[in-house]
């Protein structure tokens, strides 16, 4: 057993303090943090080292909407078992999420919990997008934790100068790194945020060179790697799952499978930090429930007209903001549903109680 083992894999008192306050024997209850997902199946280290493990039924399946079910990166508590499964009890509080809506449910899905940088992945190649990358950047500043843009692939780009031009015009503050996989080009940069004990989510598209980043990283091919097609640039699925990766630095690494598109859920706040400019320029306008449309005073459209703020940008700030509020529509109608399910769980165990007596 390495009873520090726990604290290579980030945690500290900010979970430890969480601990204290539930007033749980840890005789019996040990903390535990998820590094994989297989539907209702986990893998999980502690300080007795890895195992499987699953969810304690009593606690997280009677009333569903109730519950939080862990994500990759989370710490929980569990009961250990040296002959089989781990059972999970408890899911503690996240420093940080990275969240989307989830267009079938039309619910939050959580992504990956407990990280501290997320690596915003693209490529240079046709599929270079900076709509893209505006709405990573908003779901991003939003989870809690600080982007980085990294463009893959630089062994296939005799110059980038255009798309970093680009990107450093919609996020100056962020930092943005060229790397090649292949060559090995801009990795070293690269190892200031992947530091140890500290945890980095890898997001992109499909095809892009998360799975080709993390074998050079790790020195080893751990990741089956799949390449872009070359007729349309799109990639193909190669992670199926995500997992989090230990590197021998003790540094860890989220790695997410491909999205094809992010849909928004809420990044109220993230919004605020990638279009900051828009945002002050409605804060000036001379009405305060400007529509921006033909309002005298109207900052907004007066920043259009001179082309101080592209059409562009403008429309993808709108496009976001709809899915936002959309999203929001959908995160009140699960916490309504939540506090009717909690009442009734009340309402159940008051009667029960009172046959009882």
């Not at 408890?90 to 997320?118: G, P």
Request: aromatic share 10%; charged share 25%; proline share 3%.
């Amino acid at each position: 057993m390495d009873k520090n083992n726990m604290q290579k894999y980030g945690y500290d008192d900010f979970f430890q303090n969480q601990v204290n306050k539930l007033n749980i024997s840890l005789t019996e209850l040990v903390p535990a943090r998820i590094t994989a997902v297989h539907k209702e199946q986990y893998s999980l280290v502690t300080d007795c080292g890895e195992n499987a493990g699953k969810l304690k039924g009593s606690l997280f399946y009677n009333h569903k909407i109730l519950n939080v079910y862990p994500t990759v990166g989370d710490f929980v508590l569990v009961k250990p078992n040296p002959l089989g499964e781990d059972i999970i009890y408890h899911v503690l509080e996240k420093k940080s999420k990275f969240s989307r809506l989830d267009s079938f449910n039309e619910v939050e899905q959580i992504v990956a919990a407990n990280f501290d940088y997320v690596f915003i992945m693209i490529s240079l190649n046709n599929d270079f997008n900076v709509n893209r990358i505006e709405r990573y950047l908003a779901a991003t500043w939003q989870s809690g934790a600080l982007p980085v843009i990294i463009m893959t692939k630089l062994d296939l780009c005799d110059n980038y100068s255009l798309q970093k031009a680009r990107i450093e015009e919609i996020a100056p503050a962020v930092p943005v790194i060229a790397v090649s996989a292949f060559t090995g080009e801009g990795l070293e940069e690269l190892w200031s945020y992947i530091a140890p004990y500290k945890t980095v989510v890898f997001l992109g598209s499909s095809g892009i060179g998360k799975s080709s980043l993390v074998n050079a990283l790790c020195g080893e091919e751990i990741m089956k790697v799949n390449t872009i097609r070359e007729d349309d640039s799109k990639g193909r699925h190669t992670t199926t799952h995500r997992q989090l990766i230990k590197l021998k630095n003790h540094a860890m690494i989220i790695d997410t499978p491909g999205m094809r598109e992010l849909g928004m859920w809420d990044v109220s706040q993230g919004l605020g930090v990638v279009f900051d400019e828009i945002e002050t320029l409605s804060q000036n306008c001379r009405f305060t429930d400007c529509k921006h449309e033909s309002e005298p005073g109207c900052f907004v459209r007066a920043a259009l007209e001179s082309g101080e703020l592209s059409s562009e940008r403008w429309n993808n700030y709108i496009k976001l903001k709809r899915e936002a509020k959309f999203a929001e529509s959908k995160e009140n109608v699960s916490l309504r549903l939540k506090e009717k399910a909690k009442w009734k769980t009340i309402s159940k165990f008051q009667k029960q109680t009172k046959r009882r007596l």
